[in-house]
C-alpha cells in the first residue's frame, strides 16, 4: 500500500509542478502577471508552511532524498503538492490512515 501511496504523491506533485510552469509561463507571455503573481504565490505559500512546519509527505512515507543536513526538498516538494487543493490532500491521508490500520 505504501508504495501505490508513493506513485500517487509522486504523480500530483509532478503534476502540480507542470501545470504551474506551464501556467506562469502562459500568464506571462499573455501579459496576465497578475494570475501568474496569484499562482507564484499559492505556491510559495504552501511551500513556505510546509518547510516551517516541518511537514514532509516523502519523509512519512519512508522516502529519503539522499541529501544530508536535514534538507528541506521533502518539504518543498510536500509544499507543492499540497498548494494543489486540499481534496488530493484529504484523499491521500484517509488512504494513508487506512494503510496505518492494516
Known amino acids: 500500500m505504501t508504495a501505490i501511496m508513493l506513485m500517487l504523491v509522486l504523480a500530483v506533485t509532478v503534476e502540480a ?3 504551474y510552469s ?3 509561463i502562459y500568464m506571462v507571455t499573455a501579459r ?26 516523502y519523509a512519512a512515507l519512508g522516502v529519503s532524498f539522499g541529501t544530508a543536513g536535514g ?9 507543492a503538492f499540497a498548494s494543489r ?15 496505518a490500520k492494516d
Do not use: H, R
Not at 518547510?51 to 509527505?57: C, E, H, K, R, S
Not at 534538507?71 to 509544499?79: K, R
Not at 486540499?86 to 487506512?98: E, I, P
Open 71 to 79: 534538507s528541506p526538498i521533502g518539504a518543498v516538494l510536500t509544499g
Open 17 to 19: 509542478l507542470v501545470q
Open 32 to 57: 496576465d502577471y497578475k494570475t501568474a503573481i496569484t499562482q507564484l504565490g499559492a505556491l510559495l505559500a504552501s511551500v513556505a508552511l510546509c518547510v516551517l512546519a516541518g511537514a514532509d509527505i
Open 85 to 99: 487543493g486540499a481534496n488530493y490532500a484529504a484523499d491521500m491521508v484517509k488512504a494513508l490512515q487506512g494503510a
Open 22 to 24: 506551464k501556467t506562469v
